[in-house]
């Protein structure tokens, strides 16, 4: 039998599950396939804890689940990079953790720019066909170049819009797409390649890497 690895993961709310869950399965299998040893990864675990401060949770999430080889922690910047959620959350807290006896200190960050909503564009065209539109990125208002995406201060209220929009002449009585509908299909269809043109998931991928390195996986 195989190495087998665990991975858990935090997520700021229940909607960032769906999508991300996924998105961290595929990343670490990437990181791995040129690997040597046969190794497995189970679906990643969604932890949910509650806490005074961020510092709190994810210092309880750390020693509670000690066990999993890798905690991932979300944490969107909801800013245009992540160098604040970084310097005020990330790095305080992940010092804790590493004076924690007994915690996991395999931790990962996973930082969106500006929302997790931002990564469910970075492939136009899957997005359009999931919402089953003829209409452009131009005539929906969303950003048609991927180095565009990240610039978008709130984007979840983009897809939203656009969402109603591609819908406006659906018969009332139909039932219409919802955003929340979308984070699992998206999450399963879009290709890291894609997601590597945004550099908040190629930080996060090499978070995941050097995560496997401590786990001597990757050399």
């Given amino acids: 039998m195989g190495n087998i690895i665990t991975i858990a993961y935090t997520t700021e709310g229940t909607t960032d599950k769906r999508f991300l869950g996924n998105i961290i399965e ?4 990437s990181l791995l396939y040129d690997s040597n040893t046969e190794i497995e990864i189970h679906p990643p675990y969604h932890i949910i804890e509650k806490g005074a401060s961020f510092n709190e949770k994810i210092k309880n999430v750390a020693t509670k689940y000690k066990y999993f080889h890798v905690i991932c922690v979300h944490c969107d910047s909801d800013a245009p990079s992540a160098e604040k959620v970084l ?5 305080p807290t992940f010092k804790i ?3 924690t006896v007994g915690a996991c200190r395999n931790l990962v960050a996973i930082i969106p720019v500006q929302m997790t909503e931002a990564w469910m564009l970075a492939d136009i065209e899957l997005f359009l066909r999931e919402i089953n539109t003829n209409k452009s990125c131009n005539e929906l208002n969303l950003p048609c170049k991927t180095n565009q995406i990240e610039k978008i201060s709130n ?3 983009r897809i939203e819009h656009a969402i109603r929009e591609a ?31 945004l550099p908040s998931f190629v930080a996060f991928k090499e978070n995941a ?6 786990l001597n996986y990757l050399h």
């Fill in 87 to 91: 310097s005020n959350k990330i790095h």
């Fill in 26 to 29: 595929r990343t670490f299998e």
């Fill in 167 to 197: 819908q406006s002449n659906v018969p009332k009585r139909r039932n219409k797409l919802k955003i929340s509908e979308l984070y699992t299909p998206i999450s399963q269809k879009l290709t890291l390649q894609q997601l590597e043109q």
């Fill in 97 to 99: 953790v590493e004076n």
């Fill in 209 to 214: 890497r050097q995560s496997l390195e401590k």
């Fill in 155 to 157: 984007p979840k209220n």
